[in-house]
Nanobody, 124 residues
Framework: QVQLVESGGGSVQAGGSLRLSCATS????????MGWFRQAPGKEREGVAA????????VYADSVKGRFTISQDNAKKKVYLQMNSLKPEDTAMYYC?????????????????WGQGTQVTVSS
């Protein structure tokens, strides 16, 4: 069974950086399709970035394109989200997700495994 554990969240000033990590375990096809999502209080869940770990292909939401980078380390079985030039609007709970219904998608419905989340707070 796939298990996901996020880490790396915290509080930073606007313009700062954070790197989130997602540690994965379990043997399943769904582990090849990974994504990062975020949700702020009172707002809908938003897909941030996705990666196909089998080839390294990536997709980003327009709101983070050019500032965030999703990457992988297959040897360590980890997926990362490097967040630069952070804005207060980036404040949210960030979740790592895995699925097998389709790769390189920012739709939460495509993912069936989720981590517990890590909080990111950006102050101005």
């Amino acid at each position: 069974q796939v298990q996901l554990v996020e880490s790396g969240g915290g509080s930073v000033q606007a313009g700062g950086s954070l790197r989130l990590s997602c540690a994965t375990s379990g043997y399943t096809y769904s582990s090849n399709c990974m994504g990062w999502f975020r949700q702020a209080p009172g707002k809908e869940r938003e897909g941030v970035a996705a990666i196909y770990t089998g080839g390294g292909n990536t997709v980003y939401a327009d709101s983070v394109k050019g500032r965030f980078t999703i990457s992988q380390d297959n040897a360590k079985k980890k997926v990362y989200l490097q967040m630069n030039s952070l804005k207060p609007e980036d404040t949210a709970m960030y979740y790592c997700a895995a699925g097998h219904l389709g790769c390189l998608t920012l739709l939460g419905m495509a993912y069936n495994y989720w981590g517990q989340g890590t909080q990111v707070t950006v102050s101005s």
